[in-house]
């Protein structure tokens, strides 16, 4: 404990995206907290996006949901995808900011609150192996090893494979993405087996058209999940 006091003394907590001094470890400041776009009230049960109206005991769907057959149950997300929660999944992503996931962790709960079944099996989607040898490590993993964690939940980091190398997804269309991402994700050839009968939550860091989340839902339907659903850190409005 001393040291521990010692150590604040000499590096006090600082706000995830921003220079200023925090109470506690791994949070946001009050600024950019109101700027974070955290997902609150009425939103689409398909993929959290925020809509008009007051949440209530009906189930909505945005535009996207209602015209995309989405392959899982029901999706969520803890922050529209902008100017905050961008320098988080970047700063995670591809700066080794760490913090930044134990910071999710209760974010994703609340927002997944909604999707969780008791015996709910949680996993990530997987990166390529060549990525994740580059990298160390896969976001998506740190965010739900912190969300089952937090749930109480089994987490399996690598329940699910990437088959192929599918590059960024960033500057295809719609279209395009899908394409990019047919039978580029399967059941890992040893865990497969504990997909059977299970109902999955699949994790990931921005949810986009919901085309790597489909390949990956694909891919546990087809190895014997009950049901799969979905939970990001962001999603970025359709048409951003």
């Known amino acids: 404990m001393v ?19 925090t109470d506690t470890e791994h949070a946001l400041c009050p600024e950019c907290w109101r700027g974070a776009g955290f997902i609150h009230g009425l939103v689409c049960d398909g993929c959290g996006l925020p809509l008009p109206g007051v949440a209530g005991d009906e189930v909505a769907h945005c535009d996207e949901c209602l015209r995309i057959a ?16 961008r320098a988080i999944v970047l700063g995670l992503k591809y700066y080794d900011r760490h913090d930044c996931a134990r910071a ?15 015996g709910m099996l949680v996993a990530p989607i997987p990166l390529y192996w060549l990525r994740l040898a580059k990298r160390r490590y896969n976001q998506a993993a740190l965010l739900s090893a912190g969300l089952a964690r937090r749930a109480g939940l089994e987490h399996c980091p690598d329940l699910l494979v990437r088959t192929r190398h599918t590059g960024t ?21 040893r865990r497969g087996g504990r997909i059977v009968g299970r109902d999955i939550l699949l994790v990931d860091d921005v949810m986009t058209a919901g085309a790597t989340f ?5 891919a546990c339907l087809a190895a014997g999940a009950v049901s799969v659903r979905v939970v990001a850190l962001a999603r970025v409005a359709p048409g951003r």
């Open 3 to 21: 040291l521990q006091s010692l150590l604040r003394a000499i590096y006090p907590p600082q706000c995830l995206t921003c220079d200023t001094m």
């Open 70 to 85: 989405r392959p899982w149950e029901q999706g969520r997300a803890a922050m529209v995808y902008g100017e905050k929660s």
């Open 104 to 118: 999710a962790a209760p974010w994703l709960l609340a927002a997944a609150a909604p999707l969780l079944r008791p």
């Open 169 to 189: 997804q960033d500057g295809r269309g719609w279209r395009g993405r899908f394409d990019n991402m047919v039978d580029a994700i399967a059941p890992h050839p």
């Open 214 to 218: 489909s390949a990956a839902t694909e």
